[in-house]
């Protein structure tokens, strides 16, 4: 087994040790602090230094995570509360916090998911970074001098699909943007909705979802998503495709393309 596959097998390791029923209950319902966050509390600069630079690999748990994040940043946390939260307990503004941050990191770590997968099985070289997702850009692959930006994009595309948005400057020097979709809702659901729906536009849809949940997306125990091996190698051999093409390629053509490889 290589080292980036050896790699990969840890932090799957790690995603499945995540408690994740357990902070839905109490921490997915708390939405109090859900204001612009400012560059000096955006929490990627952490997460990247924890889950993928970190030369040690030792991926703490959120609790850790969170611990020290709130530690090292107490000056900005308190300017924060004088502007939004005077009056409040610190406990309030804690729990508010945490839960923000908890939905930006399993975000996060859905898409570390994914660059850790490529590097593991892909041959394109692939980089991240906290500035280049503070851009817009989760990852972004080098095919010579051709540059591919790719998102890695939940499609509820709720607020806490957006968390990293709000950060992002949008100001990407790369030739083409493809946007890699993956979904939360199993199987079974998406098989519900196809039989529900009233427009045959709307079943075409769900049946790509479903497609993609059953060709290409896994989910461990504790119900985190993870990525089929297949994923990564279909989406290279995607871009490798539209080389020279510049613009945005969005989930709705990338899934098209994905059932067209694997989905009869």
Known sequence: MSQPEQLL???????????IEKYRKELMPIKTVEQDLPKTLNPLPNLYQTYWTNESKTFIDYEQFFENWWKSHLNQIDEFIRQYFWGCSLEFVYLGFKARLYRIFISVLTQFHFVYLWKAYCD???????????????????????RVALQIK?????????????????????????????????PEEWQKKISKAKKEETKEQYKLFSCLTKNYQDWLENGFVIFKQSYSKVVEGF????????GIIGWQEVLNYLKSENCL
């Open 124 to 146: 394109y070289p692939i980089e991240a970074s906290a500035d280049l997702d503070i851009k817009g850009i989760d990852a972004l692959v080098h095919i010579n001098n051709f």
């Open 154 to 186: 939940k499609e509820t595309y709720r607020s806490e699909a957006r968390e990293r948005g709000r950060f992002a400057t949008r100001k990407q020097d790369v030739d083409l943007n493809v946007e890699v979709p993956y979904t939360v809702m199993p």
């Open 9 to 19: 097998k840890s932090f799957e390791t790690f995603l499945a040790s995540i408690p």
């Open 239 to 246: 871009i490798s495709e539209r080389i020279k093409e510049t």
